[in-house]
């Protein structure tokens, strides 16, 4: 089984910066994507960002509400995905999820798996 286990959500006021972590573990063999999603109440789920294995990014398919503000990086070797969220607006408040395309160690194809979601709160 795996697990993806979100932290670094918090209260901050805006303008303030938060930097949330995402650290998978548990039977995993490989992990391809890995994203950033959040969910704000009242709305839709809508992704913030992805990367993939190599570490790339398509900045232009980021919401324009983030756009040069928020960034997401990953370190391989702690399979754990990040995002720096700066210049934080309230309407950033949301629960924040992090997601993940992952092969179990003796699995032939890849699954996606989701965290519990880490509440950030932008107070103005």
């Known amino acids: 089984q795996v697990q993806l286990v979100e932290s670094g959500g918090g209260l901050v006021q805006a303008g303030g910066s938060l930097r949330l972590s995402c650290a998978a573990s548990?039977?995993?063999?490989?992990?391809?994507?890995m994203g950033w999603y959040r969910q704000a109440p009242g709305k839709q789920r809508e992704v913030v960002a992805t990367?993939?294995?190599?570490?790339?990014?398509?900045?232009?398919t980021y919401p324009d509400s983030v756009k040069g503000r928020f960034t997401i990086s990953r370190d391989n070797a702690k399979n754990t995905v990040y995002l720096q969220m700066n210049s934080l607006k309230p309407e950033d408040t949301a629960v924040y999820y992090c997601?993940?395309?992952?092969?179990?160690?003796?699995?032939?194809?890849?699954?996606?798996?989701w965290g519990q979601g880490t509440q950030v709160t932008v107070s103005s």
């Open positions: 997601n993940a395309a992952v092969k179990s160690s003796g699995s032939s194809w890849y699954q996606t798996y």
């Open positions: 548990g039977s995993i063999f490989s992990i391809n994507a």
């Open positions: 990367i993939t294995r190599g570490g790339s990014t398509n900045y232009a």
